[in-house]
């Protein structure tokens, strides 16, 4: 009888989970027209209000930066940032914004380093993407010349890449090397599909995680981190020595 009644038995719901212990978000796509985030400074207002309502002090917005795509500078970032800091102030709203980039991994990275012309947040950190369906050449090389010059590559949604499916070796030997991991929340949400989600639950379990952030586009995406702060695996990565509090 107790097996059975175990067997069938409600599990436990947990309290909603206090993201106010982050303090910080570090990747977001804030700045209004620049990517495929934010569409207007009343998208990035409602945002904002969302995070502060999540309990977040700090957003520190990361638009794309990539040579295909979104061929951002430091200049037209910052002059965005200056628009939404205007509209913050007018407002009255009660949240601190920075901003720093994504940045794509392709050839013109190699340029940037060459160049110095990272646009860095917190403690010299740089937050790196690879396409998602393949691996990236030459990379190890690169990170290492990164560290060399005193940056600190953070890869972004470490979970959402295909060609890593399966494993967290690979995080833990980067992490060993001087990289750190991000994970995205929704990732637990199987907002990006089981594969991710599943990769996402094993990076908790392994403890293989630096930061974790919103990676919010829009404000649906924030919605949802709100509908899933009674999740378990949520729960257990805010028990983890997470650096977001540092930034």
Request: charged share 25%.
């Amino acid at each position: 009888m107790g097996l059975f009644s175990s067997l069938f038995s409600k599990k436990v719901q947990l309290e909603p989970a206090d993201l106010s212990a982050l303090k910080v978000d570090m990747h977001s796509h804030l700045i209004p027209g620049i990517d495929d985030g934010s569409k207007s400074l009343d998208d990035t207002i409602g945002m904002l209000v969302k995070f502060k309502e999540l309990g977040y002090k700090k957003i520190i917005t990361t638009p794309h930066i990539m040579s295909d795509y979104y061929k951002n500078t430091p200049e037209i970032i910052l002059g965005g940032l200056e628009e939404v800091r205007a509209e913050i102030n007018r407002i009255g709203l009660d949240i601190e914004i920075e901003a720093a980039a994504e940045y794509f991994y392709d050839e013109t990275l190699v340029e940037r380093l060459e160049k110095g012309s990272f646009m860095t947040f917190g403690d010299n950190y740089v937050l790196v993407e690879f396409s998602f369906s393949s691996e990236p050449r030459g990379h190890e090389a690169f990170f290492f010349d990164m560290l060399i010059k005193g940056y600190r590559p953070i890869i972004a949604h470490f979970e959402r890449y295909n060609f890593l499916h399966g494993s967290v070796e690979k995080a833990a030997e980067w992490r060993e090397k001087g990289l750190l991991i991000q994970m995205n929340i929704n990732s637990l949400s199987g907002h990006y599909g089981p594969l991710v989600k599943k990769q996402a639950e094993m990076l908790v379990d392994s403890g293989q995680i630096d930061f974790i952030a919103s990676d919010c586009h829009r404000i649906d995406h924030l919605n949802q981190i709100d509908n899933i702060r009674t999740n378990e695996y949520l729960h257990k990565v805010l028990k983890m020595p997470l650096l977001n509090s540092e930034l």
